[in-house]
């Protein structure tokens, strides 16, 4: 028997097994309200060295997709890393080793990465963008199952 995160795991694995559509899902909604550089404040930008980072045209200073958010420094690929946050989210009960099954990646790497994604999640202060993530997975999971 399937259960629905079985399901919806599935879906999330057609939509999302590539790193690339993770980062341009948080490059869109991190920079939602456009993008404003965090050194300088202007606010025009040009693609950056990194897929779906901003350099700001004034100072130069690039900003990649993932700083300042809970996959900033993350070690394990994006797919992998949203997948986490999904799981998380999604079954706020579910224990590393069964993530570690799921994802098929050693147990603590994905102990860590949990416990790196509850803190934010958590945070009343860092915890916006993750919530938007989540809820545009499960918002593109349900529409396609559906
Ligand atoms: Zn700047």
Redesign the pocket.
């Known amino acids: 028997m399937k259960t629905d995160l079985d399901k919806k795991i599935l879906t999330f694995h057609h939509k999302f097994s590539d790193d690339k559509a993770c980062l341009k899902l948080l490059a869109e909604l991190k920079w939602e309200q456009g993008f404003v550089?965090r050194?300088?404040g202007?606010t025009n930008y040009c693609k950056g060295k990194t897929p779906y980072s901003r350099r700001?045209t004034?100072?130069k200073?690039e900003e990649s997709v993932t700083a300042h958010t809970v996959f900033h420094h993350c070690k394990i690929p994006m797919s992998k890393a949203f997948e986490i946050a999904f799981l998380v989210c999604n079954k706020p009960d579910i224990s590393s080793y069964e993530i570690s099954k799921r994802i098929e990646m050693r147990h603590m790497t994905c102990y860590d990465f949990q416990k790196k994604i509850i803190n934010c999640r958590d945070s009343s202060v860092n915890n916006k963008l993750l919530k938007k993530v989540i809820d545009q997975l499960n918002k593109t999971i349900k529409a396609s199952l559906n």
Request: charged share 25%; net charge positive; glycine share 0%.
């Open positions: 550089c050194k300088c202007h700001c004034r100072c200073t």
